[in-house]
């Protein structure tokens, strides 16, 4: 069996899919995209491609090395996210093949379904109380908003207290056994996020995520010395080479690489049993679409320390498309009792509606971050 054809497609409202065509008539999806740099991370998949064309599609791991190996500069967002959705493409047509969902390959499943949980409040979030009361009665038991708006690296007791507020909304209005996942976002700087993780533990938090930016994980040490609520992070992080020092430095409780970020399926399994070694659970980053939410699932299956699940059905960035409108049976991500059931079918599990994919490409599309700034001018973290 040989690659014959690599296309992708920017679809609403942020993702990009790639199909994998063979000689033998089989086709895999992947979902290779950094959301804001979409179009770039597509021009690296169609540079990697030139390689690809004319290959064994099953040697994956062989792939996965010299897409990652053979250049001379490694990592970084747009070459492991442009990994990231061929490999996905590529377990996607192995698993066809052998008429087996790819968990199967990957040893065999250890759970039938994981938690998930749905997101509230938007960027700049409001009304988290009424919303997460709204989830919760939908079947979901955990939920993850926002923490703040913008912080400055020394800002007023007033942004705090209004986090807190919102927080204590949200466990007036679901109870004291629902999780809440508070985002930082990246949005807070050390000074700041040592104040509000201490004042957070009151309503017990499920994991505070991202308390620093990445680039500043060595922050993590003083943070976790003034809180006992679970630390999570990794969105940003795109190799185990990335998360090797932030697992022995031993303050993260919670790692979160993105199986569209962090190079796929091959590479995120890896990171996984790394963290086990460093008793550290995994919650895949996911706010994305249903092909990198498929590939989350199949590593989640053969994954004992994964304990919950990022989906974005509902997400405030999903305006216009949503999660299911591009794949043809929907119920394979029916939820229930605040789970979702692993795919059963050959590949990923899911079938594209290929139709839809072609007429929305056409349009493209231009998602960008928003560019916020503080009351003087300086750029905020978004």
Request: a negative charge.
């Amino acid at each position: 069996m040989k690659i014959t054809k690599i296309e992708t497609y920017l679809v609403e409202p942020r993702w990009c899919f790639v199909k994998i065509e063979t000689d033998e008539g089989i086709v895999g999806w992947g979902e290779p995209v950094v959301e804001g740099r979409a179009a770039t991370v597509e021009a690296a998949v169609h540079e990697l491609a030139d390689y690809l064309r004319g290959k064994d599609p099953m040697r994956i791991e062989d792939h996965w090395n010299v897409m990652y190996r053979a250049g001379f500069y490694r990592g970084g967002p747009i070459l492991m996210s442009a990994i990231a959705g061929i490999d996905q493409a590529l377990w996607d047509i192995k698993g066809k093949y052998f008429d087996a969902p790819v968990y199967q390959l990957l040893g065999g499943a250890c759970r039938e379904s994981i938690r998930v949980y749905s997101w509230i409040g938007g960027d700049r979030p409001s009304d988290v109380g009424k919303a997460a009361k709204a989830v919760v009665d939908a079947g979901f038991t955990a939920v993850k908003m926002n923490g703040t708006e913008e912080l400055q690296y020394i800002d007023s007791y007033e942004k705090i207290d209004q986090t807190i507020e919102r927080i204590a909304a949200i466990r007036e209005a679901v109870g004291d056994y629902i999780g809440i996942g508070v985002d930082f976002h990246g949005r807070v700087h050390k000074p700041m996020a040592k104040i509000l993780a201490k004042e957070l533990e009151a309503f017990r938090p499920m994991f505070i995520e991202e308390p620093v930016l990445s680039e500043n994980n060595e922050a993590l040490r003083e943070i976790a010395n003034h809180t006992s609520i679970p630390i999570a992070t990794g969105e940003r992080m795109y190799s185990r080479w990335d998360f090797k020092h932030l697992l022995a430095d031993g303050y993260v409780d919670i790692i979160q690489p993105d199986l569209s970020h962090a190079g796929g399926i091959t590479e995120v399994k890896k990171i996984a049993s790394m963290a086990e070694a460093y008793d550290v659970a995994i919650a895949p980053h996911c706010p994305l679409g249903p092909i990198a939410l498929a590939a989350c699932l199949q590593v989640d299956a053969t994954t004992h320390n994964a304990f919950i699940q990022e989906q974005s059905l509902g997400i405030h960035y999903n305006q216009g498309s949503d999660l299911l409108d591009y794949i043809l049976d929907r119920s394979v991500f029916d939820y229930k009792d605040g789970h979702v059931k692993i795919p059963q079918g050959p590949g990923l599990g899911i079938e594209i509606n290929e139709e839809k994919v072609k007429a929305m490409a056409e349009k493209r599309h231009n998602w960008r971050n928003p560019i916020w700034r503080h009351e003087d001018g300086t750029v905020a973290e978004w």
